[in-house]
């Protein structure tokens, strides 16, 4: 460090004995004040250090509470933890709340002093540069959603005005238009209509997050029995058979469960085969997360379309063939990784699809974990 600052140490801890000897293992490159009491630290933190090294048994507080009350005062400052050998298990405690190293009184040196330091400085660099393109990330996201809102929303408007000026112009000179005229509007009006749908769709699928529930209990196998009903026509139609095992309660989004299944089970009826459509729905617990699982015999699909079926408006086949815009798995991959979850598809062509979606047990929050943390807190 030859040439550049030195590096301002604020040491806080109340052995005399042991301040002194840090302060000799820290010497040309360093300054190092001292603190000896918790009620200091705030005080002496108005001036800018570099890394804060921390005695975790001082007179006014004593153990991890030391630890977790530093932390929350030394915002960007790196904090060492300094400790005697019998802290063990309250180092590493620290460490994975924060702290960037631990050192041990009995075995300190001065060469692991110093290296410790500087590798703190230096990583806490990049975790701040880390912090500074996350809250980048997510003030970008949070407009280009509000973007995708606005703009879609904004669109509605003269689009009713494009096709409620067709039905009239329609139904005012339904005896002077030949026909040619009619089936014109007509294009136009499907045009519109189909529109409307993209427009709708696009909306739905920005109103995952924004509009979403607060997670509470949700009876998967409730949900599943009314969307059955739901689609009750379509299975009459389709003579479709569909076997339930019993399926858990969750802590979930239960309008936004709903659509995730129904999403699944409709595409099983849709894309059926020859046969009628069999459909299994079941679930299994792992460690942090329940899986569910929807299978059926249709047409099935490639592995390499695996991943693309649930990006927006990617759809296998023509609206002539299968009738739909493509949004259904898209919304429905947005919602379960809001849900902390994943979606894929096991498949082949021809011999039917199984569709996976996880659903994670920890505390979640629009996709993140929230470990207990008030949701205020960023
Ligand atoms: N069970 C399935 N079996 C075979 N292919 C499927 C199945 N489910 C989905 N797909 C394929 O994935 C594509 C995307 O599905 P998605 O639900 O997003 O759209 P869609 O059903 O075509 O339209 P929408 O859901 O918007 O009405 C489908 O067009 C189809 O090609
Ligand atoms: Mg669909």
């Not at 005012?172 to 509007?185: G, N, R, W």
């Not at 459909?279 to 699909?301: A, C, R, Y």
């Amino acid at each position: 460090m030859q040439g550049r600052q030195k590096v301002e140490v604020l040491l806080v801890d109340d052995d005399p004995g042991d301040s002194e000897l840090v302060r000799q293992m820290l010497t040309d490159d360093f300054t190092v004040d001292v603190v000896n009491h918790l009620a200091s630290v705030m005080g002496q933190l108005k001036q800018r250090y570099d890394v804060l090294i921390l005695d975790l048994n001082l007179p006014d507080s004593q153990g991890y509470d030391t630890f977790e009350a530093v932390e929350n005062m030394s915002g960007e400052v790196p904090v060492i933890v300094l400790t005697s050998n019998s802290d063990r298990k309250l180092a590493m405690k620290a460490m994975s709340h924060g702290a960037q190293d631990y050192l041990f009184k009995e075995t300190i040196n001065a060469e692991v002093m110093v290296r410790s330091i500087r590798y703190a400085i230096e990583r806490n660099k990049l975790v701040q540069e880390q912090k500074v393109i996350t809250r980048e990330l997510q003030r970008s996201n949070a407009e280009l959603q509000q973007f995708v809102y606005v703009a879609s929303h904004d669109l509605q408007e003269p689009l009713r005005m494009v096709t409620s000026y067709l039905s009239l112009m329609e139904r005012t000179f339904k005896h002077q238009l030949d026909p040619k005229a009619k089936e014109y509007i007509d294009y136009a009006m499907e045009g519109g209509n189909r529109m409307r749908e993209l427009i709708n769709d696009v909306l739905a699928y920005s109103r995952v997050d924004t509009q979403g529930k607060k997670f509470a209990p949700v009876d998967m196998g409730a949900v599943v029995a009314k969307v059955l009903a739901i689609l009750r026509i379509t299975i009459e139609d389709t003579k479709a058979e569909i076997t339930i095992d019993p399926l858990p309660t969750i802590n979930a989004d239960e309008s936004q469960m709903m659509q995730v299944t129904q999403n699944i089970i409709a595409n099983a009826l849709k894309f059926h085969g020859p046969d009628r459509p069999m459909i299994h729905i079941s679930s299994s617990q792992g460690d942090k997360e329940w899986t569910f699982s929807v299978k059926d015999n249709g047409i099935g699909l490639d592995t390499s379309d695996a991943e693309k079926i649930f990006q927006m408006f990617q759809r296998l086949h023509s609206r002539e063939e299968y009738p739909g815009t493509g949004i259904g798995l898209a919304l429905t991959k947005k919602i379960v990784e809001r849900h902390g979850g994943r979606i894929w598809v096991e498949s082949r062509k021809g011999e039917g699809a199984t569709f996976f979606f996880t659903i994670s047990t920890e505390e979640i929050w629009n996709g993140k974990r929230m470990n207990g943390k008030s949701l205020l807190r960023p």
